[in-house]
């Protein structure tokens, strides 16, 4: 009766531990399975019992990180019981850990990427003035160190985010207004023009495009990292087209090369996280694979959508949407630009 009793407490602290427990006798069978290991796995213990556990090989490891089918990681921890060549399996819920892990990873990966695009342009252009500052007339230089100031307050303000915390899964907080989209892309252009050797950077704007609702220092970062990816897509140079038009309740925004082009597949894919494009010459343009995800997610964040569509060989082109914010901008005349880089 006390061996009973024992063995009852025994179960019963078992059954009330937070952790799946399960005994693995010595032939590598399951012949103990708590309450707990039929919530963790959703196994329940009379299709366990008798089985091998529902887990990888150790391979020696006492200690393993295991995701199940339903996207649940597990550790598992395994001690052997001396002389008796059986296994205690103790696992436990550490899915929380790792999507923290994942979201920590990620925002460095993330922050590093948003950092290095108006950085990229204030070296452009302070490059330019060290190097061509006889070359070039006052009015150019004043415009270089104008476009200096505001990258540099652009940067300013996202290390402040990133001082403050974040609130969104790519880790920036984001704050919508109404603005207008037409001087958003003028600025976009004219911090790469002295940059864009080879290129002709030409931006369309028709007339009367109303207000975008959306953050407008995301939307400067969105648009760089386009033009970016179009220019270094485009190694034989070419014209960049950059685009708004009004369509429906959205403003629609289109980025487009003559560069190496991209195909169907690719197209579906290079919004996702840390993907690289494997047909093709693209692996030798290099990069994480970060910038259209940070794309998708901030353009996402802000109530639009964004896709890639071309032809191999011939171009490709990135559109994305904000809403339209419901206030119209004055009317005027429809806009073409262009601008070179002296070689």
Avoid at 45 to 58: Q, R, S, T, V
Avoid at 283 to 307: A, K
């Amino acid at each position: 009766a006390e061996i009973l009793r024992s063995r009852a407490r025994q179960q019963a602290i078992v059954d009330a531990t937070a952790d799946g427990m399960a005994l693995v006798d010595a032939s590598g069978d399951v012949a103990s399975w708590n309450v707990a290991a039929e919530s963790l796995t959703g196994i329940p213990a009379h299709e366990a019992i008798g089985c091998p556990p529902p887990f990888p090989d150790e391979q020696g490891r006492s200690t393993v990180d295991y995701q199940t089918a339903t996207g649940r990681w597990l550790e598992i921890i395994a001690s052997p019981v001396a002389g008796s060549g059986e296994m205690v399996l103790d696992f436990r819920d550490i899915t929380q850990t790792k999507r923290l892990e994942e979201a920590r990873d990620l925002f460095l990966a993330t922050t590093s990427h948003e950092l290095r695009t108006p950085i990229t342009v204030i070296k452009g252009f302070a490059g330019t003035l060290v190097h061509r500052w006889d070359d070039i007339s006052d009015s150019e230089r004043r415009e270089a160190v104008s476009t200096i100031v505001h990258r540099t307050e652009s940067l300013a303000a996202l290390v402040d985010q990133l001082l403050l915390g974040s609130t969104t899964d790519a880790g920036f907080a984001v704050d919508t207004t109404a603005f207008d989209i037409g001087d958003a892309l003028r600025g976009a252009l004219a911090g790469f023009e002295a940059l864009s050797e080879g290129h002709r950077l030409v931006l369309h704007l028709p007339a009367g495009l109303p207000l975008a609702a959306g953050d407008r220092g995301h939307l400067d970062n969105v648009v760089a990292q386009l033009i970016e990816n179009a220019i270094k897509y485009s190694p034989e140079g070419g014209d960049v087209h950059v685009s708004a038009s009004h369509e429906g309740s959205d403003i629609v925004v289109r980025v487009s090369d003559e560069g190496i082009g991209i195909d169907e597949d690719d197209a579906q894919l290079i919004f996702e996280r840390f993907y690289q494009a494997g047909a093709g010459d693209r692996r030798r343009f290099g990069g994480l694979g970060l910038g259209l995800y940070i794309v998708r997610r901030l353009i996402e964040t802000q109530g639009g959508s964004v896709r890639a569509y071309g032809t191999p060989g011939v171009g490709a082109t990135v559109e994305f949407t904000l809403p339209v914010a419901g206030a119209e901008l004055p009317r005027h005349g429809a806009e073409t630009a262009s601008a070179q880089r002296d070689s």
